[in-house]
């Protein structure tokens, strides 16, 4: 009876601890008076774990705010230099590779175009181990707590990934990786772990339930609902949605999808045939579809496609918000990044006339603050989230 009750001591004080972090990481800088009111926990119980937090160096002071007639409040933050993370953005493309803080501020990154693989699994691998190496270099790895990779496609079982859009099905990418470093490896859905960046640290923080479109050469969207501790994160093949019947042949096998429209390939395709060019697609679509946006200032077929791609982007946020009614649509990945800030009146004029009113007037459309690099920094979030529900504890 004695070791069942230190047992549930024992759990009760690493539940206590993790969700302080997870709150004080996720909200932070706060207060111990903000944990206290937050978590419900009591003022000593919050004054004892954050103490074990600071001197395990997960934590530290930041600085103090002024409080309505009392002494200066305290605020708290995570510690940057408490480790590193490695996240990994394996896309249609590209390898990008990026090493973070603990506070997931940006310490190095590379990028592997995926030209001449053939999107062949070891060679992919190849191109991650690489990278992994390469962003490491000089440093530490003992300091690094986990790498997170984001994949294009399925995960199941911890590894197995099902990814059409490379061909694979079934393809064990963990095996390819986890035998060649030090960490503890971490896969799942780029969408997903987009929707997780954006939620806890971009355009989706403070949103009840955020819709986050990834845009790239796939479209995806993840769908979170806030929650105490971390946000529920969904995703879905909205690219794959029809948005034209009988439209452009999609690389699904389909025609009229979505991504058809707006995938940054789709996108420089079209601008290529107004133009009179040949496309300029693989690794350099992103350089090529900054050069559109950029020429659109002038009009033209570049200012038309731009038109046409808001335009259809807008009735696929008009679906989801007539499905889901979201409180924000947030626009990021790479090709969001590039071309969000051009077409975004698009986009919004599109889902006004296209959503119900009474959920288009209450949905915000923004754009994501993570930058290209999003995706490779929410694979990153997936070895700080175990780190965060394990207390900030690494062993």
């Known amino acids: 009876m004695t070791q069942v009750v230190r047992q549930t001591t024992r759990d009760l004080r690493r539940h206590n601890r993790a969700a302080l972090l997870s ?17 419900g ?26 409080s309505d007639g009392g002494r200066p409040r305290t605020l708290l933050a995570v510690r940057p230099g408490f480790g590193q993370v490695v996240g990994v953005d394996v896309s249609e493309t590209h390898v990008e590779v990026g090493l973070f803080d603990w506070a997931l501020g940006t310490l190095a ?39 997170g990779i984001g994949v294009p496609g399925a995960v199941r079982d911890g590894g197995i990934v099902h990814a059409p859009t490379l061909g694979w099905s079934g393809v064990n990418f963990a095996d390819l990786i986890h035998p060649h470093i030090q960490a503890p ?23 009840e339930r955020a819709i986050v479109a990834l845009l790239g050469v796939g ?32 690389r699904c096998g389909s025609h009229g999808c979505l991504e058809a429209y707006v995938g940054v390939e789709a996108v420089v395709r079209r601008y290529a045939a107004l133009a009179g060019k040949e496309p300029v697609i693989g690794d350099e679509s992103d350089v090529e579809l900054a ?6 200032l002038r009009g033209g077929p570049a200012a038309d496609v731009l038109a046409e791609t808001g335009e259809y ?29 051009a077409i975004l009146p698009a986009v919004r004029d599109a889902v006004g006339r296209h959503a119900l009113g009474y959920l288009a007037e209450r949905t915000e459309v923004v754009l994501g603050r993570l930058g290209p690099e999003a995706v490779a920094l929410g694979a990153a979030t997936l070895p700080i989230a175990e780190l965060l529900a394990n207390g900030g504890r690494t062993g």
């Open 23 to 39: 709150s004080l990481y996720l909200r932070g800088p706060v207060s111990r008076l903000e944990l206290v009111a937050e978590s």
């Open 41 to 66: 926990l009591s003022a000593a119980t919050v004054t004892n774990v954050v103490s074990e937090l600071i001197a395990d160096g997960v934590v530290a002071e930041a600085g103090s705010v002024e």
């Open 109 to 147: 990154t590379v990028r592997h175009p995926l030209v001449g693989t053939r999107l062949d699994p070891d060679e992919v691998a190849g191109l991650v181990r690489t990278g992994i190496a390469e962003v490491l270099a000089g440093g530490d790895p003992e300091a690094v707590f986990g790498v």
């Open 185 to 207: 490896l971490h896969l799942d859905n780029r969408a997903r772990t987009l929707g997780q960046a954006e939620m806890w640290r971009g355009a989706g923080r403070g949103a």
């Open 219 to 250: 479209v995806g969207a993840a769908v979170a609902t806030a929650g105490r501790s971390h946000p529920g994160i969904t995703t879905s093949e909205w690219g794959h949605t029809v948005v034209k019947a009988a439209g452009a042949a999609c």
């Open 291 to 296: 050069r559109i946006v950029a020429e659109a």
């Open 313 to 341: 982007l807008g009735i696929g946020i008009a679906n989801l918000i007539n499905l889901l009614s979201p409180d924000r649509v947030v626009l990021s990945g790479s090709a969001g990044a590039i071309m969000g800030p």
